[in-house]
């Protein structure tokens, strides 16, 4: 009995992927099969509520779709208008006056008026649980001129206002729309929540009473898989019709007929960092992270580790930032003047990893050039977020780690020095108070600069930039070239 | 033992897993290649020259790395078969020779053994993972702990049979204590079974060992197992299948030898068979 149970298990594992996807291939053709769409997603939402939950999920399935902001940001990262008309700023860069769009509902019927926006911006002081809301302290006050008007007064200068408000804290709630953020998200989108199958897939409907164009397709389902293959063969099957995020860059060539599929290359705002404790050795030695730094072939462990897909960018700045330099130059590949650096000694170090792909793929690559200048490392790789975030994130029990930082602008958090990091450089700090407050021109010269300064600290490793791969059935069209905002954009999605 | 023919699959059995064994003591020694060693110029190199096998995504040469997770198989079973006879059997012969009196003492050992029975494998590696950190050594420990029953059942079952038997009276007659008994008469008649049930175990074991590799719970990377290299060959299933079939051949063969093996060992060791050399003489 015994035996012929794990030999099921087993065969289960192999064959479950096949089956996984032959299974949801029959839901998905219903009615409607012309107007609906369905997209796979890696991570499923705990809940719906990005007020108090964190997680790159959330804002990913509901920003832009269900809530909108003030503003929003396109594709090449340029902030644009959305329920905001149009905005003009007070010379001393402290008074934000919003002039707001006209006629907009919210999905529950009631109209969005000024009171809205004072609602709102408000809440993010007194009800947000998330750590990024420190970013709006800027605000000083917010008030309703009339109905259509509200404008925002600043404390001082500050050029991350307005980005803040493109990403999930300038999201628009309706007052009387907050009850069970939860479960019911109430917003002025295209979009509203439909069916929310738990472990399963979200469903979102489209918004008949939306102010703008009207989306091309009447529903799109956002399904969830754990599985990077399970999610390829899904496409394969006809279970969805596009891949929002390829897990596995080798398994590409599966969708290289240009008959059946549509594949966007495009970039995204995450790092995958190669982080070093600053705080404790061997890592507290500029000397040692910056061996590591010299003994990383990057261009080998992208081609291995991702498939060559990606970029170098040796700096926590992606390329769609205005303050972008290829910082690739800083510490080309040299194991030589990387065993110069250690000065003869070894190290053994413990890489705690997140049990995800490309952090898996990476580790491996990390180990044999590292081992190639006297550094053991070994490789522990946790479940991740529940494990990671505790063990490394929150205690930072570590001495390299590899994790994606996708957060928009995030350069910040090497600032903050009980960040997992551990790094503390007073003079990063200012640079990047001075850039918050300068002019355009002075906010990009100081974060040039501060890039620079945490590639010479070597404060962490830069291997790369993550890539945006979608793949998608031919004939879906409007799929978003890069994924630089908080959230998936479906409301230029449509089917021929 | 003399003149009584091997059969087939004792002889097959036997084969094939001194093929894993001699490839496991070899990679001690020698490898074609360093079997961790990433080489971004020889990705997917084709079969040929010095890679006879080929090279995965890594370019690390698949030969080099079948050899070491063959060392990497046979310690995971070696320890988690041990943990499980040396546990389980202790507590299997002392249920089976627990007098009637202290029947409950049986009961409770049995019972506690179909709860645990009842746990899969997986699972418990999976929670043990989960909370210890994955890595070969949790995979090991749980492995061995959900192979225990296994051991104990059979164990008390063949001890109850020697139990009756007329030497075992015999020795108690003449005031042998319990534990004297287990050393003397019962252990070696049971002996042969429990080498039975234990390539059966290494076998499951195996597959064991290879499915937590595969779901990320078992060995860490980089270290060679058969069952990453499996998980890892996933999304080049379509373009290089090569890199799934070796391991997964290897895994197959593996498991196939123990069982054989198991199988060869019962009828070759079947008590029933033994005419030739008649039972123990009581002492």
């Keep these: 009995m015994r035996r012929i149970g794990i030999w099921i298990a087993l065969g289960g594992l192999l064959l479950g992927t096949a089956a996984c996807g032959g299974g949801s291939g029959g839901r998905s053709g219903g ?58 700023v007070s010379p001393d860069r402290r008074t934000y006056t919003f002039t707001l769009r006209k006629n907009v509902t919210f999905t529950s019927g009631a109209p969005f008026t000024a009171d809205d926006v004072v609602f709102s ?40 206002f307005l980005y803040a408000l493109a990403t999930r804290l300038g999201a628009m709630f309706s007052r009387t729309g907050v009850a069970d953020l939860a479960n019911k998200p109430v917003g002025t989108g295209p979009y509203q929540l439909g069916v929310w199958k738990r472990g399963d897939s979200i469903r979102l409907d489209a918004n008949p009473k939306y102010w703008g164009t009207k989306p091309a397709v009447s529903a799109v389902t956002l399904k969830y898989f754990k599985d990077a293959t399970a999610m390829n063969n899904a496409l394969l099957t006809g279970g969805i019709d596009v891949i929002s995020s390829v897990q596995a860059p080798e398994s590409l060539q599966q969708f290289a007929d240009p008959n059946r599929f549509t594949t966007v290359e495009g970039t995204t705002n995450g790092e995958v960092v190669l982080s070093m404790n600053n705080g404790r050795p061997p890592f507290d030695d500029k000397k040692a992270r910056q061996a590591v730094r010299y003994a990383i072939d990057h261009k080998a462990l992208l081609d291995t580790a991702w498939a060559g897909r990606g970029k170098l960018i040796g700096s926590m700045v992606p390329p769609t930032d205005p303050w972008y330099e290829d910082r690739t130059g800083d510490y080309p590949y040299d194991p030589a003047k990387a065993k110069e650096l250690l000065g003869g000694k070894t190290y053994t170090v413990k890489m705690r990893i997140p049990n995800l792909p490309y952090a898996v793929a990476s580790a491996q690559v990390v180990k044999s050039q590292l081992a190639q200048v006297g550094i053991t490392a070994d490789i522990e790789p946790l479940e991740f977020p529940a494990r990671w975030l505790d063990v490394v994130f929150k205690q930072g029990d570590y001495d390299m780690s590899i994790i994606n930082h996708v957060e928009p602008r995030d350069m910040g958090i090497f600032a903050d020095k009980s960040y997992y990091f551990r790094y503390d450089n007073p003079e990063f700090g200012k640079l990047l108070a001075s850039a918050d407050e300068g002019s355009e021109q002075q906010q990009s010269d100081d974060l040039k600069q501060a890039a620079k300064l945490l590639s010479d600290d070597a404060a962490a490793d830069w291997l790369f930039l993550f890539p945006n791969l979608i793949v998608a059935r031919k004939g879906v069209t409007g799929l978003p070239q890069n994924a630089i905002a908080e959230s998936f954009d479906f409301t230029g999605l449509a089917k021929q | 033992m003399s003149g009584r023919r091997l059969n087939l699959g004792l002889v097959t059995g036997g084969a094939l897993v001194g093929v894993v064994v001699a490839a496991a003591l070899v990679s001690f020694v020698w490898t074609p290649h360093d079997p961790t060693l990433v080489d971004a110029a020889g990705k997917l190199r084709e079969p040929g020259g010095g890679y006879l096998l080929g090279a995965d995504k890594f370019g690390r040469d698949t030969l080099s790395q079948l050899m070491v997770g063959a060392r990497t198989t046979l310690y995971v079973g070696v320890v988690a078969v041990g943990i499980a006879a040396v546990v389980g059997t202790p507590l299997g012969v002392a249920a089976g020779m627990a007098p009637r009196s202290r029947g409950w003492l049986s009961e409770l050992i049995m019972r506690v053994n179909d709860l645990v029975f009842a746990f899969p494998a997986l699972l418990l590696a999976v929670m043990l993972g989960a909370v210890y950190g994955a890595g070969t050594l949790t995979a090991m420990i749980a492995i061995g702990v959900a192979t225990v029953p296994a051991f104990a059942r059979v164990a008390r079952a063949a001890t109850m049979q020697v139990m009756v038997t007329d030497y075992v009276l015999a020795a108690r007659a003449a005031g042998r204590r319990g534990p004297a008994i287990a050393m003397r008469h019962v252990l070696p008649n049971i002996g042969s079974l429990l080498i039975v049930q234990a390539s059966v175990s290494f076998a499951i074991a195996i597959l064991a060992e290879a499915a937590l590799s595969f779901l990320g719970f078992g060995t860490r990377p980089p270290t060679p197992s058969w069952g990453r290299m499996l998980q890892e060959s996933q999304e080049l299933l379509f373009s290089t299948p090569r890199l799934a079939l070796w391991p997964g051949l290897a895994i197959a063969l593996a498991v196939l030898g123990f069982n054989l093996l198991g199988d060869g060992l019962r009828d070759h060791l079947d008590p029933k068979l033994r005419s030739a050399r008649g039972q123990e003489e009581p002492c």
Aim: charged share 30%.
């Design chain 1, 121 to 160: 911006l408000g809440r993010v002081r007194t009800d947000w649980k998330l750590k990024i809301k420190t970013q709006l302290d800027v605000i000083d006050k917010v008030d309703k001129k009339d109905d259509t008007t509200a404008v925002v007064t600043l404390k001082r200068p500050s050029n991350g």
């Design chain 1, 31 to 88: 009615t409607a099969a012309k107007e609906s769409l369905s997209v796979g997603f890696v991570a499923e939402p705990a809940n719906l509520d990005f007020t108090s939950t964190e997680g790159a999920a959330i804002p990913q399935a509901l920003l832009v779709n269900v809530y909108e902001g003030l503003v929003k940001l396109d594709q090449d990262g340029k902030i644009q208008p959305l329920l905001a008309e149009k905005w003009d």
